[in-house]
């Protein structure tokens, strides 16, 4: 496929000239790709993460070398109340390329409804997706997220209200299927297919393995030879060299990193690297600019943020990137001890100063954000 310089050269970047020039020839090398009629800066997408895929920390990983990105899981019923938490849960900055907005419910009327809505915000989505794939109970017990994949009978009429209400298209984010002996992606994706459902990401986990486990790229890799729809795999890839041989082996037409890149935000650029012998490639400052570029994308994104309101969106983010570099776990404990957000920032930049030139090293035996909403 030919690389499209087109818009990696014109990308504006926010950071430092030095940072920008490590960043551009990799952001160069990515292959533009299509899924359906969606087009992608690179077939390496970020994941929907709830409360953390909102639009600062979307428009930060396009930044980084993300091909898109999708939202957090937002409730149709909060958008149809018109609850204005939810609603500007749907707002995406115009400069952010490609981002689709996730929605879940269970009912397809009420769906329909609230993904109009999120077509009619001043920045529409590149496509609506529909949350197939939460475990968690009260999603679930109200027949929402996984749920859906129970009872793939009602899945046709459930996808054609939704689809026929927009102007975008429609795609889904699924598990395997809701436990071992009820695997139904395949299924699920004819059912899909016929609706007119453009692509689908498949989380490699049932519902009922919750975070537990590997991801099953066997299952993943079988499903996508099936050839039923364009097909994003997704599970486990964090580190550089994983997503790169996931890459050079895969039938999947696109890959999704979820929890990665809360720790290395390079890691979508890292894998462009043609040598992994450069890594780590990014250094502790360059950690330091990315997190201040992140306070400055949140502050942009609500009018007169409260400085308790930065530091709670701040805090978490600022201690997963510093995971892997010397003395985090000091760290991340005087950050819980401080409650300013301008002390914080300094305590940041003095931990990332202190590096010297080290880089990230994470202990991948260690489990990390063992429950979410897909
Ligand atoms: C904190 C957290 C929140 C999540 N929220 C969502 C969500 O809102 N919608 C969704 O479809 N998946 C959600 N997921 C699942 C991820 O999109 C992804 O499928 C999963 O984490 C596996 O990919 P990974 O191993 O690359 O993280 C969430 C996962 C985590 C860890």
Redesign the pocket.
């Known amino acids: 496929m030919e690389i499209s310089k087109e818009n990696t050269q014109t990308q504006e970047l926010p950071f430092s000239k030095s940072l920008n020039d490590k960043i551009r020839p990799l952001l160069e090398r990515r292959k533009p790709i299509s899924l359906g009629s969606v087009g992608f800066q690179s077939p390496l997408l970020l994941?929907?993460?709830?409360?953390?895929?909102k639009s600062p920390f979307r428009r930060l990983m396009e930044d980084l070398g993300a091909g898109g990105t999708?939202?957090?899981?937002i409730s149709c019923h909060g958008i149809n109340y018109k609850n204005e938490k939810t609603l500007d849960m749907l707002k995406i900055h115009p400069k952010e390329k490609s981002v689709g907005i996730?929605l879940?419910g269970e009912d397809a009327q009420k769906m329909a409804l609230a993904a109009q809505v999120a077509c009619d915000q001043e920045v529409m989505p590149k496509f609506i997706?529909i949350?197939?794939?939460?475990p968690v109970r009260k999603v679930v017990s109200k027949g929402g997220?996984s749920a859906l994949l129970k009872d793939p009978t009602k899945l046709a009429d459930f996808f054609k209200a939704i689809k026929n209400a927009i102007p975008v298209p429609l795609t889904i984010?699924i598990?395997t299927g809701w436990d071992q002996d009820n695997r139904n992606a395949d299924e699920v994706l004819h059912i899909a297919k016929e609706e007119g459902i453009e692509f689908v990401?498949v989380?490699?986990?049932t519902r009922t393995q919750q975070?537990k486990g590997h991801?099953d790229w066997e299952y993943l890799e079988t499903l996508a030879n099936n050839n039923i729809l364009p097909l994003i795999g997704?599970?486990?890839?964090?580190t550089a060299q994983q997503v790169q041989t996931r890459l050079q082996q895969t039938n999947c037409q696109a890959l999704?990193?979820?929890?990665?890149p809360?720790r290395n935000p390079f890691l979508f650029l890292e894998s462009e690297l043609q040598t992994t012998e450069d890594l780590p490639y990014f250094t502790a400052r360059d950690y330091l600019e990315v997190i201040l570029v992140l306070a400055d994308y949140i502050r942009e994104s609500q009018q007169e943020i409260a400085p308790r309101h930065l530091l709670v969106q701040m805090r978490k983010h600022i201690i997963w990137m510093a995971a892997g570099f010397k003395g985090a776990g000091l760290f991340r404990d005087l950050l819980f001890k401080t409650p300013e957000i301008d002390e914080t920032l300094k305590l940041t930049q003095d931990f990332f100063f202190s590096q010297a030139d080290s880089g990230q090293s994470i202990d991948f035996s260690e489990s990390f954000?063992?429950?979410?909403?897909?």
């Open positions: 994941a929907p993460m709830s409360m953390i895929c999708v939202s957090e899981l996730q879940f997706d949350n197939m794939g939460c997220g984010k598990r990401a989380h490699g986990r975070y991801a997704n599970g486990d890839l964090n999704m990193l979820g929890r990665g809360l954000m063992t429950s979410g909403h897909g």
